[in-house]
């Protein structure tokens, strides 16, 4: 898509009044208007927002913000402390920050970075953020989000007063959403419908927070002008140059974002609620795993490693994730062998709520049946070593896991072969299996309470208990998988679930047939959770038009 800017259109429409002067002056028998010179006013180019604003990462006290100029600019973002009713809060409870960023360039697709540190918690804030350049500040685009609760009860914390937190009581209740799978399926961005419903529904929640649990994008998933459902009914998508293929240069994944980034709802939603995202295969080719060489006609690139790398910076320059040296290192080829940066990490939210965000993508083992005697990869040993650590070390109330990929839900990649960790064997764990049966066991062996693991990944929502009672592994505790998306992509499933750690099928939901379209919203679907002060951890399932399709309400154990 080409950016056209203020000043070229004024600079042609200004020749064109002069061409047409000119040509009317020497008709008429009179001077041409060179002899008669006017000032013709100096009009300057500003940078604009072309794919608006997003937050992320929001913590007790910080923030990455992110954006995308229209061209080589600076950065800079201001911070307003403001009550319930949008109102800038003045005196004791005031906060107000300009912070000039890095520089936008073209290396980074013109994206650009604030980890905004030192905010007070538990409050809202206003946010205006614009790019600077030899003209001046360009164009403002507003937003809101609020930093996680701190101290709760009337407890004083360090940047409140008093034990309230930006102008209203502390407090540790908060809510969020979650789901996965983006203009999957050639279903893109249809304005006759509203565009992508999902996630007006979401934003409607008024949640503190969304997890993008993967499929942010579709790199391997061409979109057409038209589809044809299969009742007949033409589904019209928008579409652009970079999604009429498979992504495969840079432009091309970068473009994949620039894409959804078209839709109003998504747009209004990232302005106003913090992201978590998380990558999984479709942010750079589907059921993909480091080193693979894809059989598929439709690439001319067929080294993954490669593909990965530049899917992986795409998405890197889009999502509004931290980027500290302390605790990401660059992606860089080392030995012919794509070393990315590390995304796994945890977000603490107060007292409440740890969220512990994984990579199940990024260090998994080529796709087999899963059966190995022994332990193959879907998180790492380093990635498994931080996770028990991290949640060992916890002291929130609540510990999310936040998964790319389910644990019993049986993924198949072929005929025989295994997607996630789950093998279709109910038997002892083989394989991917006991990386997480590792992880498992050593929560119980440590005591950790109040565990619950988040995904989405297969096109269909579900709620599944696992219990030693029921498994042929039971060295762990019992725990809740909750499963939500798609949020706009084709609705699949329900898949077979493997009985090795137990899991009871409590609720599910799939689509009317398989790659089934968003057009009604009734099976497109996300999570969406509310905790209370007193630690009530209530999960819903929804549609895309926002109805309550299951609840269960989980209480803490002490």
């Not at 008669?36 to 006290?61: E, F, Q, S, W, Y």
């Not at 360039?105 to 804030?125: C, N, Y």
């Not at 998405?315 to 290192?329: C, F, H, V, Y």
């Not at 050593?442 to 005591?447: L, Q, T, V």
């Amino acid at each position: 898509m080409t950016d056209f800017s203020r000043r070229t259109l004024v600079k042609t429409s200004l020749a064109g009044l002069t061409m047409a002067g000119l040509a009317a002056g020497t008709a008429a028998g009179t001077a041409p208007a060179s002899a008669a010179p006017t000032a013709i006013p100096l009009v300057r180019k500003r940078l604009t927002l072309p794919t608006g604003i997003a937050t992320g990462d929001v913590t007790t006290d910080s923030a990455v913000l992110w954006s995308r100029a229209s061209g080589p600019g600076r950065m800079t973002a201001t911070l307003q402390a403001i009550d319930s009713a949008g109102e800038i809060l003045r005196g004791r409870y005031g906060f107000s920050r300009t912070i000039r960023g890095p520089l936008a360039t073209e290396a980074s697709d013109f994206t650009a970075k604030i980890h905004a540190k030192g905010l007070p918690a538990g409050t809202r804030f206003k946010l205006e953020l614009n790019f600077e350049d030899d003209n001046g500040a360009g164009e403002a685009v507003h937003g809101t989000f609020s930093t996680a609760p701190g101290a709760i009860h009337g407890k004083h914390d360090g940047g409140t007063d008093g034990g309230r937190e930006g102008g209203r009581p502390a407090s540790g209740s908060q809510s969020f959403v979650w789901t996965g799978d983006t203009a999957g399926q050639g279903w893109g961005i249809n304005e006759e419908l509203g565009g992508m419903r999902g996630y007006a529904a979401m934003h409607r929640t008024n949640p503190d927070f969304f997890i993008h649990s993967g499929d942010t994008v579709y790199a391997d998933g061409p979109i057409a002008a038209t589809v044809t459902e299969k009742d007949g009914q033409v589904w019209r998508n928008i579409v652009t140059e970079e999604v009429s293929k498979v992504a495969e240069t840079l432009k091309e994944y970068r473009g994949r974002h620039r894409y959804n980034s078209l839709d109003a709802n998504m747009r209004a939603m990232f302005a106003d609620v913090p992201v978590i995202a998380q990558w999984d295969d479709h942010e750079t080719t589907n059921n993909w795993y480091p080193g693979e060489i894809l059989d598929d006609p439709r690439y001319t690139e067929r080294n993954v490693n490669v593909l990965a790398a530049r899917g992986r910076q795409a998405w890197q320059e889009n999502m509004p994730i931290a980027d500290s040296a302390a605790l990401w290192r660059a992606g860089t080829f080392d030995g012919g062998q794509y070393q990315p940066a590390r995304i796994y990490r945890k977000i603490p939210r107060g007292p409440q709520l740890d969220i512990f965000s994984l990579d199940m993508r990024t260090f998994k083992s080529p796709n087999t049946d899963g059966k190995e005697p022994y332990a193959t990869s879907i998180l790492g040993q380093e990635q498994v070593d931080w996770l028990i650590k991290e949640v060992r070390q916890s002291k929130a109330t609540w510990k999310v896991i936040a998964a790319d990929l389910p644990l019993g839900i049986i993924v198949p990649d072929g005929a025989v072969n295994q997607e996630s960790l789950a093998n279709r064997d109910p038997g002892a764990p083989l394989g991917r299996e006991l990386e997480i049966a590792a992880v498992l066991s050593a929560f119980k062996k440590s005591g950790v309470k109040n565990i619950v693991w988040l995904t989405a990944d297969v096109h269909y929502c579900a709620a599944h208990h696992y219990s030693p009672e029921r498994a042929s592994f039971t060295d762990f505790d019992p725990f809740w998988e909750f499963v939500a998306g798609p949020i706009n992509a084709g609705s699949f499933g329900p898949n077979d679930m493997d009985g090795t750690f137990g899991p009871e099928v409590v609720f599910s939901r799939a689509g009317r047939f398989p790659g089934e379209s968003p057009r009604d919203g009734e099976n497109q679907y996300f999570g969406h959770v509310d905790l209370s002060d007193d630690g009530t951890f209530t999960v819903s399932l929804r549609n895309a038009n926002g109805t309550v399709i299951f609840t269960k309400v989980l209480t803490p154990e002490r």
